[in-house]
């Protein structure tokens, strides 16, 4: 007779030596005994000896196979031997005998996720936590498969396990992480916080607090917790690399590509850190070190979406299109849902003035992407151009990019709906203060409509006119010729543009004042000066214009040359604070007004008007310095000598 009893007494106390002896004696005289096979088994198991014990469990069910326990301890054998398909069919089939078991729906969740098929693991957890709610694992497994499949159920699970035990930091982080994913930010936060409450010196918590942040749009703070995370953990490629992109979003150039150059010494083929880099140069204009970084990031990985949309500005920057438009359309082929190269190729068609491509391919981008706003200010920009401004006023307002309140004015005054222009500027007031392109609106709408409109930048810009005929620069001779001769030396023509309101003339697109010459220096010391000056001269006004002037500024200077029965229509500046323009050859005059610049308070878009609007005409001549309010409409009046017009303008840019 078989002491079951005895036998369990043994094994629980861990005799297997024992039980080895009294099994192998029974099992002589009971060979096809289920009982002593599926001991004998266990021992083998406890010993780690699992293909012995899996021999034995086999035997065993050929006794008696519809024996859950058995399933379930063949399960754990192969489990132990980490063969997952075989764990997996022994524990389906211990459940199908026994589906009231909590722990083999348990162990079919574990082992489903960790083959990644979550769908299954959902179904085998949600069993489980069916029969016990109380196991606070099953809590933490289920809703981790719940975030791998994007269900906001993992966020309710992990706040059912926190109501248990309020006080666990790491439940509190787990749905910090969840809220983060879900994208929740305020509730990131408020979990963030309560988690660096119990754990302040975790530096990867510091840093997703810099994430959430710098979403939010927050650099300040952002930049405040990854300097934290650095602190803590100072060799982290990944906080060096978040910080730079956090330096780069405040325009706090030099730090961002300082500790990007650092964030690169520590991990040397990182695309992203690289393609941050070259967007710094970018944006600073220093082309060749952008470049630069641009070709060691092709060099990792020549089909990197990013780098070749960057690749792609760069091109349509110096203006080459039709290169720009082939690294665009590469990146469509390579993946035809990366929006960016959708938005890039829109912006590349509307500054080639194909509007029908531009609409196309920015509607996709905005179509793939809802959430970002640049694709929409473009195809608003679009359609403001086509005089479609009531979709333009609805994607300047949807995408709510930078100064869209003044595109919304501008749109609505063009309509000439001066009702709902008048309440959208009351309600706006604030963004639109001192914005040049409004302040240019209200000059003509206060005429128009018969309002005085405050017009905090510049009521009477006419006024603020100054104009200088300038007899030397740096003391020796022919200085207009000499700057003309660097122009060209320096191949600035090879870049030039015609653009819509400049009739039979080219621009210069680069900015002279960040080329690498002396004559441009010396120019750009004496304008600065003569800046300064102006300024000065007005420092009894009023206006914004002086009373409200930029504690700095950065100076962009182009060059453009007119010939023949060419000129320039009417425009302004609105990124400028104040322009001005510097004659450097004029053609012979048949006529005392040909070449000559003329002020002016509208444009050929504005409502036409029965008033009277005052103007300004100013004669060009060479070494004539004018600087002038930015917000200021001008234009220039044709010619008809064969010798060419040729100037400089410039704009001080507020920084």
């Not at 196991?135 to 269900?151: D, P």
């Not at 100064?403 to 919304?408: G, I, K, Q, T």
């Not at 209200?442 to 409109?453: E, G, K, P, V």
């Not at 200088?468 to 620069?473: K, L, P, R």
Request: with cysteine.
């Amino acid at each position: 007779m078989i002491d079951k009893e005895k036998i369990k007494s043994l094994f629980i106390s861990n005799d297997f030596d024992q039980v080895t002896d009294i099994v192998d004696k029974l099992l002589s005289t009971n060979k096809k005994n289920s009982f002593l096979l599926n001991v004998k088994g266990m021992v083998h198991s406890q010993k780690n000896e699992f293909s012995d014990a899996i021999r034995y469990f086999e035997e065993c069910l050929l006794i008696d196979s519809n024996n859950d326990v058995i399933y379930s301890n063949l399960a754990f054998s192969f489990l132990s031997l980490d063969n997952h398909n075989k764990a997996i069919e022994n524990f389906e089939k211990a459940a199908l005998i026994n589906s009231g078991s909590f722990q083999y729906h348990f162990q079919l969740g574990d082992l489903y996720y960790k083959k990644g098929n979550f769908s299954k693991a959902i179904i085998s957890l949600e069993k489980a936590l069916a029969l016990d709610d109380s196991n606070t694992q099953t809590y933490t497994n289920l809703s981790a498969c719940y975030a791998e499949e994007n269900n906001e159920r993992a966020i309710v699970l992990m706040e059912k396990l926190i109501s248990f035990d309020p006080e666990n930091s790491s439940y509190i982080r787990v749905l910090s992480i969840l809220y983060i994913q879900f994208k929740d930010y305020e509730n990131a936060l408020k979990y963030l916080r309560s988690f660096l409450n119990y754990m302040p010196d975790d530096p990867i918590a510091n840093h997703d607090l810099g994430l959430v942040y710098y979403v939010l749009e927050d650099y300040s703070l952002a930049a405040n917790y990854f300097n934290k995370s650095l602190e803590i953990e100072p060799d982290s490629h990944l906080f060096w690399f978040n910080l730079g992109k956090t330096y780069r979003k405040q325009y706090n150039y030099d730090d961002a590509i300082e500790v990007l150059l650092w964030s690169e010494n520590l991990e040397k083929e990182s695309i992203g850190t690289l393609n941050e880099l070259a967007s710094c140069y970018f944006e600073t204009n220093q082309k060749e070190l952008s470049l630069e970084y641009i070709t060691k990031s092709l060099s990792l990985d020549s089909d990197n979406l990013t780098t070749l949309c960057l690749k792609a500005e760069l091109l349509k920057n110096e203006y080459k299109f039709s290169e720009s438009e082939t690294f665009y359309k590469k990146v469509i082929d390579l993946d035809d849902k990366f929006s960016i190269a959708y938005t890039g190729l829109g912006l590349l068609y509307s500054l080639t003035d194909r509007s029908e491509q531009a609409i196309s391919f920015l509607n996709k981008s905005i179509q793939l992407n809802p959430s970002v706003g640049l694709p929409k200010e473009i195809l608003a920009k679009v359609y403001k151009k086509d005089k479609n401004y009531d979709l333009a006023i609805d994607l300047f307002k949807d995408g709510k990019q930078p100064s869209w309140e003044n595109n919304v004015l501008e749109c609505l005054y063009y309509q000439e709906k001066f009702d709902i222009f008048q309440d959208f500027l009351e309600s706006n007031q604030s963004a639109l203060s001192f914005s040049r392109q409004t302040s240019a609106i209200l000059n003509h709408a206060s005429i128009h409509l018969q309002n005085n409109f405050k017009n905090p930048y510049c009521e009477k810009p006419l006024n603020y006119i100054k104009c200088n005929d300038v007899d030397q620069i740096d003391g020796l001779p022919n200085f207009n010729k000499r700057l003309i001769d660097e122009f060209y030396n320096c191949k600035l023509d090879s870049v030039g543009r015609k653009q819509a309101l400049l009739f039979n003339g080219t621009q210069s697109t680069l900015n002279i004042f960040e080329e690498d010459s002396d004559l441009f220096d010396t120019f750009k010391n004496f304008i600065s000066k003569e800046a300064e000056k102006y300024f000065e001269s007005y420092a009894n006004s009023n206006d914004g214009l002086i009373t409200n002037r930029p504690n700095k500024f950065s100076l962009k200077g182009w060059f453009v040359d007119i010939k023949k029965n060419g000129f320039l229509k009417p425009h302004n500046h609105p990124e400028g604070w104040i322009s001005g323009v510097y004659y450097l050859r004029i053609p012979k005059k048949n006529d005392k007004n040909e070449a000559n610049i003329k002020f002016v308070l509208l444009n050929d878009d504005f409502p036409e008007s029965d008033q009277v609007f005052p103007e300004m005409e100013i004669e060009a001549l060479e070494s004539r310095l004018i600087l002038f309010p930015s917000s200021l409409y001008h234009h220039t009046n044709l010619f008809t000598d064969d010798s060419d017009r040729i100037c400089v303008s410039f704009d001080f840019r507020p920084l």
